[in-house]
């Protein structure tokens, strides 16, 4: 099965900075690649996805990137704010969906 | 639309028992599947279902079953709950239905079971 790490089970950034955020996979590269955000009690909400011949994907203030090569897929959230504090997770699609074990992200102001 | 809505929100319950897990989803969505969530553990696929009558196994399926009747529920059963349940849990949807991608997964709020 795949196997993936999320580095840094902690990111405590300053407001305003850009938070990065890692999502390294092996075995086979997948047909695509999620980042969910999950807060506290919740369950995960859909942010980007990237599929495994694009290179790079922005939404707002959130970019993706996606290195088949590296087997890796950076998330970066630029400007940070409180409010982006939360767990974020990365996933992937192969036969079946394979989840990290998530990044708990704190924007300190 | 209320989306993808789980009962019951929490449960406990003595080793042996059997419990069934609700999820419904509004969204007209084919594909549905639950997951666990541990500590350190990440989301794991416990079963998924591609559609009405056809479920298939994930990951971690042992000690549970699903059936899928209709497009609209999936209920997930323990069978004889043991102390390893204890997890949160959580259902997905994914489209195509009403106005979704096929790729995007929508999780349920989870069902946070105890078991003693």
């Known amino acids: 099965s795949q196997k993936i790490e999320q580095n840094s089970e902690a990111l405590n950034i300053q407001e305003g900075k850009t938070a990065t955020l890692t999502c390294n996979y092996t075995?086979?590269?997948?047909?695509?690649l999620q980042w969910y955000r999950q807060d506290p009690g919740r369950g995960p909400v859909f942010l980007l996805l990237?599929?495994?011949?694009?290179k790079e994907k922005r939404k707002e203030r959130l970019k993706v990137t996606f290195d088949t090569t590296l087997k890796q897929s950076l998330f970066h959230i630029t400007a940070s704010q409180p409010a982006d504090s939360a767990t974020y997770l990365c996933?992937?699609?192969?036969?079946?969906?394979?989840f990290g074990t998530g990044t708990s992200l704190t924007v300190i102001p | 639309n209320a989306g993808v809505t789980q009962t019951p929100k929490f449960q406990v319950l003595k080793t042996g028992q059997s419990m069934t897990l609700q999820c419904a989803q509004d969204?007209?969505?084919?594909?549905m599947s639950w997951y666990r969530q541990d500590p350190g553990m990440g989301l794991r696929l416990i079963h998924y279902?591609?559609?009405?009558?056809?479920?298939d196994q994930g990951e971690v399926p042992n000690g549970y079953n699903v059936s899928r009747s209709t497009t609209e529920d999936f209920p997930l059963r323990l069978l004889s709950a043991a102390p390893s349940q204890t997890s949160v849990y959580f259902c997905?949807?994914?489209?195509?239905?009403?106005?979704?991608?096929?790729?995007?997964?929508?999780f349920g709020p989870g069902t946070r079971l105890t078991v003693l």
């Open positions: 969204m007209n969505h084919e594909y």
């Open positions: 997905a949807s994914r489209g195509p239905g009403l106005a979704s991608s096929t790729d995007t997964q929508y």
């Open positions: 279902s591609v559609g009405a009558g056809i479920t």
């Open positions: 996933a992937l699609r192969g036969n079946q969906f394979y």
């Open positions: 990237i599929r495994e011949n694009e």
């Open positions: 075995n086979y590269s997948p047909a695509y």
